[in-house]
């Protein structure tokens, strides 16, 4: 996921957002959709949203909010500055699943950028930028008071830029606003990567935003954007030596943010989809964390606030881990004894209290239930949401079809579906990958399975 930042920014696009369904291709699985194929890479466990609100209360507390609050639009080059920008990006360093951190404070009813852990990188803020006046309802308000969090997701995807010889001189980056399926928007990439002249793309250097050949690219871009309204963002990338830079970005020329030729990107390892996209087109999901808490001063009042954003890219080998850990601690002898009815009994009960607090405890886990195999087909038992208004009942019958390979291999081993799906359930419209492990009984013997659904809910 290569976009840049950020915070307030992303948030207000996010919860802005027109969710425009038109024209997506809906199918049902057995997490009640059907799966596109695609590639995906394994990442490690992500913090929480309670480990993430921990984390936002610990930097907050370590930084001087008496200094914070006297900091004034110019400081960026005083001890004080210098001192919490420092102590910003020793805490990221220290704990690597963050890749953002940031301080604000209120001014009046809006809300200003104080000491940001990238400044003097790509997007950063000096003090005073990002100034807004907040939504008085937004949810990060709350972390003026009290440690907080919450999740937000996009899609992404990359293709390759060839030149005149075939050969590979960048990659084009999609962002859509609205629902989704990878392979559209692999396909979406593909398209537009294919109209971009590479050798004009490799020539470029920084200062060349107002030349000819920058401008082609540049209106190429948007006018692909424009003719595909559920793309939000779009630009190009390149490698240099062992990182990547950007090069044309749609955006250039109107927002403050956008990036011009040169403008690096600090690749992390969370960024193999990324990478794979300068070979062949690629997607996915990227779960955002963001946590915030308050910084006091010496008397204790609050003078503004820590913001920290942790990346969670979602992979098959993710899922098989989570879908493993979770049919772990399934009851499977009392799995296997549940029939129609019993939604109301203690058995049932502990099991789906279990699968929704798993579903609470792993960030982008959407939705969670088990099912288990009968005689022609198969059905569903415990459903996370169960009494929730989209929740199945205990027998509900689903029929696998020719698709649902990793489905049935998820009653034998740990298995994910091979790439991201749409669906709808009553009036929810998500993006979605599957993973699936077996439950087992006292005795060892298989008597279901454990369904884990992540990705973007709309």
Known sequence: MTQQNILIGAITALVALIIVAAGIMIALGPGEMEPAPAQAPS????????????????????????????????DENTPAYTTIHDQLNAFRSANPEIIYITTMRRTGNAIEQAVDADYNNTGAYAIGGGYHVADPEAWYLAGFEKPTAEVYSAIYGYAPILN?????????????????AQKQLETLAAEIAGKIDGDAHAALRSGDENGSAYIAIHDRLDAFRTANPEITYIYTMRRVGNTVEYVVDADYGSDDNAVAIGEGYALTDLDTVLLAGFEEPTAEIYSVIYAYAPVTNASGAGTGVAGIQAGNPITQERLKALSAEIAGKIDGDALAALKPGDETTPAFTAIRDRLDAFRGANPGVIYIYTMRKTEN???YVVDADYGSGNGATIGEIYVPTEEDAPFLAGFAEPSADPGFYIGEW?????????????VKN?????????????????
Do not use: F, Q
Not at 58 to 73: N, Q, T, V
Not at 426 to 438: D, H, R, S
Not at 442 to 458: E, Q
């Open 43 to 74: 990442v490690p466990k992500v913090p929480t949203s309670d480990e993430m609100k921990a984390l936002a209360a610990e930097i907050a507390g370590r930084i001087d909010g008496d200094a914070l609050a006297a900091l004034k639009p110019g």
């Open 164 to 180: 005149a010889s075939g050969a590979g001189v960048g990659l084009v980056c999609l962002e859509p606003g609205s629902p989704i």
């Open 377 to 379: 087909a198969t059905e």
């Open 426 to 438: 009553g009036n929810e419209t998500a993006v979605l990958i599957t993973g699936y492990a077996p």
């Open 442 to 458: 006292s005795t060892g013997a298989v008597v279901g399975l454990v369904g884990v659904d992540m990705g973007k809910l709309w």
